[in-house]
Antibody, heavy 120, light 106 residues
């Protein structure tokens, strides 16, 4: 059974960089069948896809983030990571990592999510 | 970006009711449409992918249909654990986008 667990600071100051890690168990980040994805959800609002990374190749990002996002994988630790620079209060949200199936691009496994607040 | 619009935004129903939620895409997405259920404080859970394929382990009372721009999620007989928010998501092209959600409550 695949499990994903997000971790990282729950509070980030404005203009700083938000950094989160997704640890994958029961599966390999090196698998050629899946993308590793980050999605966020502000309180009481809908879901926003941030970006994804494959075991090889260039990551894909949501253009709405204006190049502030970086997603990568660490094969040695079986982890995916998210960095979001120049954060503002608008970046306060629950951040989820998810596995995206490369066959039909659906998100079949999700982490429990981690709340990140941006405040001074 | 492809805009996904769900209707209704919320609905009230009773146990045993048949419930239908609609999702409309701003352009044709073939059958690249997925449905998720989210309980309060939890991560979304995949229910249906490519419009009508039931995810393993999901009860058969959930079904999906549609193609092109118009899709539906149907719950044939609503159970207590089905009271939640439901989201559609297009997997046709990046950026992947979600509907605004439909909250199903009592």
């Amino acid at each position: 059974q695949v499990q994903l667990q997000e971790s990282g600071p729950g509070l980030v100051k404005p203009s700083q960089t938000l950094s989160l890690t997704c640890t994958i168990s029961g599966g390999s980040v090196s698998s050629g069948s899946y993308y590793w994805t980050w999605i966020r959800q502000p309180a009481g609002k809908g879901l926003e896809w941030l970006g994804r990374v494959f075991t090889s190749g260039t990551p894909d990002y949501n253009p709405s983030l204006n190049s502030r996002v970086t997603i990568s994988i660490d094969k040695s630790k079986n982890q995916a990571s998210l960095k979001l620079s120049s954060v503002t209060a608008a970046d306060t949200a629950v951040y989820f990592c998810a596995r995206q199936n490369s066959a039909f691009y659906h998100f079949d496994y999700w982490g429990q999510g981690t709340l990140v607040s941006v405040s001074s | 970006d492809i805009q996904m619009t769900q209707s209704p935004s919320s609905l009230s129903a009773s146990v045993g009711d048949r419930v239908t939620i609609t999702c409309r895409a701003s352009q044709s997405i073939s059958t690249y449409l997925n449905w998720y259920q989210q309980q309060p404080g939890k991560a979304p859970k995949l229910l249906i992918y490519v419009a009508s394929s039931l995810q393993r382990g999901v009860p058969s009372r959930f079904s999906g249909s549609g193609s092109g721009t118009d899709f539906t999620l149907t719950i044939s007989s609503l159970q207590p654990e089905d009271f939640a928010t439901y989201y559609c998501q297009q997997s046709f092209t990046i950026p992947w986008t979600f509907g605004q959600g439909t909250k199903v409550d009592i």
